[in-house]
């Protein structure tokens, strides 16, 4: 059975500031108060998962455990159709130890380049976000939201994170990077998943 949030404490499970900003701007209409996993001093699980939702569901888990309340964790990445499916749930791997996603930006051009995808239909791609919501008692629940588009050359704008200055939404003319956030939290995978999240679990 679905269970529903209180308006306790939430912990929020991530360290990624722009993934912390965009999970805020979405729980804070509802009234729930929430902390970071890096706020608590909580560790960041090693992600060992085969899949979003496994790695969401890993990183709430541990935040709700340590926390001793309800953990929110997002695993969420891009998916390239030329590249099989790459980076996928190493999406934030590709840009190293420094998070530096110049560099995961410029490795996904470079291996489409290689594979020759310089037209839009050879750059297809999509954001997936996978939200999970964890208790103290090991009790879960699991959202997922997808938002499809094509990649462009070079990134364009500076607004958001990640990937997003090189991914343009279908029907849109402006990146995810050029975005104002309120634009792109209305229509984002994570806004995706959110939006279910919402009608499941949150106080209204």
Not at 56 to 74: E, I, Q, R, T, V
Not at 76 to 91: C, F, N, R, W
């Amino acid at each position: 059975m679905t269970r529903r949030l209180d308006q306790g404490r939430l912990i929020v499970a991530s360290h990624n500031p722009g993934k912390l900003r965009e999970i805020d701007d979405l729980i804070g209409p509802f009234g729930i108060a929430s902390v970071s996993a890096g706020a608590l001093g909580l560790p960041e699980p090693e992600e060992t998962g085969d899949s979003f939702v496994a790695n969401a569901l890993l990183k709430a888990h541990a935040s709700a455990k340590a926390g001793k309340s309800p953990a929110l964790a997002d695993d969420s990445g891009l998916v390239v159709d030329a590249l099989g499916g790459a980076p996928g749930i190493y999406s934030a791997r590709w840009a190293g130890p420094t998070k530096d996603f110049t560099v995961a930006m410029r490795k996904v051009e470079d291996q489409l380049q290689a594979k020759g995808a310089t037209m839009p239909e050879r750059r297809r791609a999509h954001f997936i976000s996978a939200l999970a919501l964890a208790w103290p008692d090991g009790h879960e629940e699991v959202f997922e939201g997808r938002i499809d588009g094509a990649l462009v050359w070079p990134p364009r704008g500076t607004r958001g994170f990640g990937y997003d200055p090189m991914f343009l939404p279908d029907g849109e003319t402006e990146t995810f990077g050029e975005m104002a956030p309120a634009r792109k939290h209305a229509m984002s995978h994570r806004a995706r998943a959110f939006r279910l999240l919402v009608e499941a679990c949150l106080p209204r």
